[in-house]
């Protein structure tokens, strides 16, 4: 993440763009700036300030998994010794079936979030970091949809 302002220096006109472009990323700059009540040009030079920043980490769509024949989530819990946790994460990269991974405190030292097409799939997977430590393997049923920073989360990160 680049170093730029923090977020105690955002306004309300930035809270407003943060919370419409993650609705819609692909809003023009010019109906964001409607919206906003900023002229196109000054609407651009806030946008590219909180990129630059690192507030705004990047764009993306939104894929639906079992849509492309992914149709088993799980969520992976890792119990390892603390040397083995630059391996873990090497290892954990080289799994395409593995798009999340936390470092976390408490019980587990990793929390990790799976996509597979099958229930072998996932065992193979289960197997593969299972020489790291204990395993515990959670299927998901259902998700909920993610939801986006609200307004008063972003605030609440303004006041630091």
Request: glycine residues 10%.
């Amino acid at each position: 993440m680049r170093v730029g302002r923090p977020a105690a220096d955002l306004d309300d006109k930035d809270v407003a763009i943060l919370e419409i472009l993650q609705n819609d990323g692909r809003i023009a700059l010019s109906e964001l700036g409607r919206r906003i009540g900023l002229s196109q040009p000054a609407m651009s030079e806030r946008v590219k300030r909180l990129e630059e920043s690192g507030i705004i980490a990047g764009y993306g769509a939104r894929l639906d998994h079992a849509a492309l024949g992914l149709g088993m989530m799980a969520i992976i819990r890792l119990k390892t010794a603390h040397e083995h946790i630059r391996a873990c994460l090497t290892h954990f990269a080289a799994l395409p079936h593995i798009c999340e991974v936390h470092r976390v405190t408490g019980e587990d030292c990793f929390i990790l979030k799976a996509i597979v097409p099958t229930p072998g799939d996932l065992a193979a997977i289960v197997d593969a970091i299972g020489r790291f430590g204990p395993v515990t393997t959670s299927v998901v049923l259902k998700s909920e949809p993610s939801r986006p920073i609200g307004r008063e989360l972003i605030r609440a990160g303004r006041k630091g």
